[in-house]
Each structure stands twice: as C-alpha cells, then as structure tokens.
C-alpha cells in the first residue's frame, strides 16, 4: 500500500454489514431459545428507526446536491461531510446488527405461532427486523452521497472545484 492512500477512509463494503447480521441474527437466536416465557418487544423501535430511516434518506439527497454543486445549493464544510460519514458507517453497522437480531428473534419464534407471545413476538421482530434493514439503505444511501464526485462530474465549470 503506498503512502498517498494509507488512513484513507474506505466505503463500507458489502462482507462487513452482511457478517453482522449473520452474527446478530445467530445472537438472537440464542437468545430467544434461551429465554423460557418470551417478554413483548416493544413496538416503538420500529417507527424510531424508520424516522432514522427517513431523516438520513433526506440528509443523504440533500449532501449529494451539495457536495455536486447543483444550482440553488450552498457549498458543504468539509468538517460537517466528515461528521456525516461517521454517521453513516455508524448507522449502517448497527442497522445490519439490529436487522440480524430481530430477524433470528422471529425465526426462532416460527414454528410456534399457535402461542399469541410468541405471534407478537414475530410480528414486532419481523417490523423491526424491516426498518433496520430501511436504516441500513439509507445509511449506504448517505455514505455514497458523502463521495466527491469523479473529475469532470459535477464539479463548477469556473474554479474546477467540488
């Protein structure tokens, strides 16, 4: 690796998100076999992560037009791109992990669905299991905008900058 590229900051590949979710969704799992007489979940982390969903999905368009130039936009500080990315990847590591947990709460609860605990359980794990999944697209979604465009794209024809 040479010097120019070392401390860069990498876009979140596609192995990372998957194994945490694979590992989330063993966890839950686990989990849920272990514990004899399940606990409702509550519902209220599924319309909190899809309002996550919605305001990063929102960032996400809006940084891109920034960042692009595109009439009618201010510029954006390099600090608060920065900020932006670290919330992104922070996002997109916890929705993934989330997503597999929920998602292994409810298929451990399948085979059970005669039990309406165990119906709850499914049907809230499965809504929660989803909106992480919605939070972990839009965490992409706003990590890709955070990219400064390739030369020639998007970039202002008088200074040839971003």
């Known amino acids: 690796m040479t010097e120019e590229h070392e401390g860069r900051l990498r876009p979140t590949g596609w192995r990372v998100p998957v194994s945490l979710a694979v590992v989330g ?9 272990a514990i004899e007489v399940l606990p409702p979940l509550p519902w209220s982390a599924i319309p909190t992560l899809l309002l996550l969903a919605f305001a990063e999905a929102f960032t996400a368009r809006r940084t891109r037009r920034r960042i692009r130039r595109e009439p009618g936009t201010e510029p954006i500080q ?17 929705s993934a992990l989330a997503a597999g947990f929920f998602l292994g709460m409810a298929l451990a609860v399948v085979g059970t ?7 709850e359980v499914f049907v809230t794990a499965l809504g ?19 990219r400064v465009p390739e030369d020639g794209e998007g970039r202002d024809d008088s200074t040839g900058r971003a």
């Open 78 to 94: 390099p600090l608060s791109v920065a900020r932006l990315v670290a919330l992104a990847k922070a996002s997109a590591l916890f």
């Open 128 to 146: 929660t299991a989803a909106a992480s999944g919605l939070l972990l697209g839009a965490a992409l979604w706003l990590e890709s905008a955070c």
């Open 113 to 119: 669905l005669v039990l309406p605990s165990h119906r």
């Open 25 to 33: 969704g063993l966890l839950g799992w686990l989990v849920t076999g």
